[in-house]
């Protein structure tokens, strides 16, 4: 799958599924867009995703700050004149029971940035991916289809993504007739930071996580990867409005 030339927004490119698929994407000659809060962490990956000799991009920015979100866009247009594929990948995970105190602070924090940034910078992003004819991969979570993790854990944040899911399918439906692919992919438990911090306040251990997975085992960061190169690329001419689940079965149970 060649992007040469394509320009790619990546936001979340600091760790985990973000760093692996600006990573991805530089190998198979894309010019990357590096979004993310910690600046040595982006330094980090821009120097993976510098061995490819691609354009590369770095944007320190809060997507749930709307100035910010509006740098990420301007600064892309600005050095690259175009965009042909925004992956909107940040996200963060919290505590949160309909029991607790502090649900509607947790609610509001997760959807500023799990949902509200989301609609902001995509609202953004349409004019430019209708003038290229690109798309969007919105990075959700099986979470958004299940209730087995949610009580004092998972609440607002399984809401925030069963939210991003319907989001997906709207503006799919919206920017078709403007050639604009959205779909969105699904992962179960992938090894990165946020796995780590969902176990420990699970007080679960990584060995517990495998499992009650039907695979018995949690995907690399890589294999997300993998599938958001396939949907944004002409391989996957046909998707729209689609939701793609990698989850080692977890959704079996």
């Not at 979340?12 to 760093?19: C, K, L, N």
């Not at 530089?26 to 980090?44: D, H, S, T, W």
């Not at 495998?210 to 695979?215: S, Y």
Request: with cysteine; charged share 20%; glycine share 8%.
């Amino acid at each position: 799958m060649s992007f040469s030339n394509k320009v790619v927004i990546i936001t979340g490119a600091g760790s985990g599924i973000g760093a692996a698929t600006a990573i991805s994407f530089a190998k198979e000659g894309a010019n990357v867009v590096i979004v993310g809060r910690n600046e040595q962490k982006l330094e980090k990956v821009k120097e993976k995703c510098a061995k490819s000799g691609n354009g590369l991009l770095v944007v320190r920015a809060d997507i749930s700050n709307e100035q910010d979100a509006k740098k990420i866009i301007n600064e892309t247009i600005d050095k690259f004149n175009k965009l042909d594929v925004l992956v909107n990948n940040a996200g963060i995970v919290g505590q949160s029971s309909i029991l607790s105190d502090n649900v509607l602070s947790s609610y509001d924090t997760i959807m500023n940035t799990n949902l509200r940034a989301v609609v902001h910078i995509t609202n953004l992003a349409a004019p430019h991916l209708i003038k290229t004819k690109g798309n969007i991969i919105n990075i959700s979570s099986v979470a958004g289809k299940m209730t087995a993790i949610a009580g004092d854990v998972a609440l607002t944040y399984a809401v925030s993504k069963a939210a991003l899911d319907h989001f997906t399918r709207f503006v799919a439906a919206e920017l078709a007739s403007h050639g604009v692919r959205v779909n969105s992919i699904s992962p179960g438990p992938v090894s990165t930071g946020l796995l780590d911090n969902a176990v420990a306040s699970l007080s679960m251990s990584l060995e517990d996580m495998e499992r009650a997975v039907p695979l018995g085992r949690v995907s690399e960061p890589e294999e997300i990867a993998d599938l958001i190169l396939f949907l944004a690329s002409d391989k996957a001419k046909a998707i729209t409005g689609s939701d793609y689940v990698s989850d080692n079965g977890l959704l079996l149970k």
